[in-house]
């Protein structure tokens, strides 16, 4: 069986959500995918970004190891796995623009039958992350994506962490995560999604 080639496009300002995409990853890669780790870049200055303490750094340092992700990545993926923490209980703005800019792909049919994705994190219990990946269950419908929820299909939907919808990380404030726990639904959501991309693409 052809071995898939996954995408996971990411948004992190502290290094979460950057961690439970390496574990989607770890994920995907356990079924043989190749992966692609890409990170949304900023739309805003680096005067705004220097007033909050650690965030030009912790920036500067993830966007050395992850190249922004590009339309081309997306053509190139069996599978795309969209990571961000909540903004108001949605999407950030930084992941969204990605997306946003998917149409001239959505025109051309390009991502048809791919297999979606999608995890997030909020700082807070209640802070918006069923309502976030489900928010972004729209725009892959809408670019023809069959849409992969996490379910309750492996023990570690048990353990109290992550979502029948995706996995998730509750970091506190300041952030402290993701648990072990949390880790484990991101792995298995990688897994998941790598064995559909798999059938898909079959002859």
Same mark, same amino acid.
């Given at each position: 069986?052809?071995?898939?080639?996954?995408?996971?496009?990411?948004?992190?300002?502290?290094?979460?959500?950057?961690?439970?995409?390496?574990?989607?990853?770890? !994920?995907?890669?356990?079924?043989?995918?190749?992966?692609?780790? +890409?990170?949304?870049?900023?739309?805003?200055?680096?005067?705004?970004?220097?007033?909050?303490? !650690?965030?030009?750094?912790?920036?500067?340092?993830?966007?050395?190891?992850?190249?922004?992700?590009?339309?081309?990545? =997306?053509?190139?993926?069996?599978?795309?796995?969209?990571?961000?923490?909540?903004?108001?209980?949605?999407?950030?703005?930084?992941?969204?623009?990605?997306?946003?800019?998917?149409?001239?792909?959505?025109?051309?049919?390009?991502?048809?039958?791919?297999?979606?994705?999608?995890?997030?994190?909020?700082?807070?219990?209640?802070?918006?992350?069923?309502?976030?990946?489900?928010?972004?269950?729209?725009?892959?419908?809408?670019?023809?994506?069959?849409?992969?929820?996490?379910?309750?299909?492996?023990?570690?939907?048990? =353990?109290? =962490?992550?979502?029948?919808?995706?996995?998730?990380?509750?970091?506190?404030?300041?952030?402290? !995560?993701?648990?072990?726990?949390?880790?484990?639904?991101? +792995?298995?959501?990688?897994? +998941?999604?790598?064995?559909?991309?798999?059938?898909?693409?079959?002859?």
């Amino acid at each position: 069986m052809a071995s898939p080639k996954v995408l996971i496009p990411f948004y992190s300002r502290s290094g979460t959500i950057e961690r439970l995409a390496k574990a989607v990853a770890e !994920g995907a890669e356990s079924e043989g995918a190749e992966v692609r780790l +890409r990170r949304a870049r900023e739309l805003i200055g680096h005067d705004i970004m220097s007033s909050v303490p !650690g965030w030009k750094e912790s920036a500067e340092a993830m966007n050395a190891l992850y190249p922004a992700p590009t339309a081309e990545d =997306a053509v190139w993926a069996d599978a795309v796995i969209f990571g961000t923490p909540t903004r108001f209980g949605n999407v950030s703005s930084e992941l969204k623009a990605y997306i946003d800019g998917l149409g001239g792909l959505w025109a051309q049919g390009k991502l048809v039958g791919k297999a979606g994705s999608v995890f997030a994190g909020s700082s807070q219990q209640h802070g918006g992350n069923e309502s976030t990946v489900i928010s972004l269950w729209n725009p892959l419908a809408h670019l023809g994506f069959i849409i992969v929820p996490t379910g309750y299909a492996d023990p570690v939907m048990f =353990a109290g =962490a992550g979502s029948p919808y995706g996995a998730s990380v509750i970091s506190g404030n300041p952030p402290a !995560g993701p648990s072990e726990a949390e880790l484990a639904v991101a +792995r298995f959501q990688g897994k +998941r999604v790598a064995q559909v991309a798999k059938k898909l693409i079959a002859p």
